[in-house]
């Protein structure tokens, strides 16, 4: 017998001889109610809650009581996260029918503006862009039901009921508009003259996920390299470099950071920004209010990009692209690049609230993410709150 069949054998027998033992009903509502003090504790944003606090309504307090096993646990843990109206907070795992998550697995941007629920962008290449939807188009129905009960219901399902802010009902329209991960979405969408038609859109959890984690083209002694929504994969980090060797100095370059909505990690990151930089320099300030909360001492730190060494280092003019599909490191790239002197043009990107953390419950295992730090430019304005320039036409 071979030491892997010899190791498999063993372990085999000692998950026999020992099974591991499901959660009690007991302890899956533990870490449901665990659930709530991490978040009171540790939310970055609590200004955002009312009362400046993570509280539940009486439907929610009743679903967790209710809590008894791994099904009952997530389903709770998804409502629950709702009241933070942050698109940044969300769970570990899902069901096959759970809402799907905004902006990476939607193709609206929609804001309640003076009573209409406008679409602001359009994503490129989208369901919805393909159907002919169109910035400045409204969504007046979600599954024939007209939107303002449909949003009015979407709240009223989690115990939240009266008149709504805009953040509330532009959150709850996005999400609807995102639809049930397993389905079809049944949009009505009126056009600025009157005009409503009925679209039928497949789930964005059908799209195949690009394998290349950048696309990389020249035109007119001008490259772009797109980011394949691949922040997050350390394999873009050679693909970069590759795109990058060998480049005339001065040449243009643009990042189009344009798909980039399901985040990322700093270090892919930094190693972008590393081509254009000779010292080490500051991108990004971060701070952590829920430790002050906790200890009453403030902590905050500046994040540092360091030149990547020999042979990666490229001089000339970098222009940076962003849109509504910019979320989360995405938005750190842009702030960062702004901070290094970069042109950042586009539309207003996903503001995706600061830094997330993974919190393992500790009978269940289920994993919840919300946002622990803030995170600002180097200027000090919040990540959140970043403008992009207008786009220049020249390289389109």
């Given at each position: ?82 009241l ?50 169109r ?67 497949p ?20 490259l ?58 500051l ?11 906790r ?62 953390e ?25 990540r ?13």
């Amino acid at each position: 017998m071979s030491p892997l069949k010899k190791l498999l054998a063993l372990m085999s027998f000692i998950l026999a001889a020992n099974p591991i033992s499901a959660a009690t009903p007991e302890q899956y509502r533990s870490d449901a109610q665990g659930m709530v003090m991490l978040i009171q504790d540790n939310y970055a944003y609590p200004e955002r809650l009312p009362e400046g606090t993570f509280k539940l309504t009486e439907r929610l307090k009743a679903e967790m009581e209710r809590v008894n096993d791994a099904d009952s646990l997530l389903a709770f843990a998804e409502r629950a996260l709702f009241l933070l109206e942050d698109h940044h907070a969300i769970t570990g795992s899902s069901f096959d029918d759970s809402w799907g998550i905004v902006p990476s697995f939607a193709d609206l941007w929609i804001e309640r503006q003076d009573g209409v629920y406008r679409i602001t962008a359009v994503r490129e290449g989208s369901f919805s862009a393909k159907a002919g939807v169109r910035v400045g188009d409204t969504l007046t129905a979600v599954s024939k039901i007209g939107i303002d009960e449909a949003v009015a219901s979407f709240w009223s399902d989690l115990g939240r009921t009266g008149a709504l802010t805009d953040q509330e009902a532009s959150f709850a329209a996005r999400i609807l508009a995102a639809g049930r991960r397993d389905r079809f979405r049944a949009l009505t969408i009126t056009t600025a003259d009157g005009k409503a038609t009925e679209h039928a859109l497949p789930s964005l959890y059908t799209v195949p996920f690009n394998p290349n984690p950048i696309t990389a083209s020249e035109k007119d002694g001008h490259l772009t390299i797109k980011i394949n929504d691949s922040l997050s994969n350390e394999v873009t980090i050679g693909a970069f470099d590759l795109a990058m060797t060998g480049l005339r100095a001065g040449l243009p370059v643009t990042i189009d950071l344009t798909n980039t909505p399901g985040g990322g990690n700093t270090v892919v990151a930094r190693a972008i920004m590393g081509w254009f930089v000779l010292q080490p320099r500051l991108y990004q300030i971060h701070s952590s209010p829920g430790e002050q909360r906790r200890t009453g001492v403030p902590r905050q730190w500046i994040e540092q990009v360091l030149p990547r060494g020999a042979g990666k280092y490229h001089a000339g003019p970098v222009t940076v692209r962003v849109g509504r599909w910019t979320g989360s490191m995405g938005e750190g790239l842009a702030v960062g690049f702004h901070a290094l002197g970069a042109r950042v043009e586009g539309d207003r990107m996903g503001q995706l609230l600061g830094a997330i953390e993974d919190f393992r419950l500790p009978h269940s295992g289920l994993v919840i993410k919300f946002p622990t730090e803030k995170l600002f430019g180097v200027d000090g304005t919040p990540r959140e709150d970043f403008k992009p320039l207008p786009i220049e036409k020249s390289h389109d």
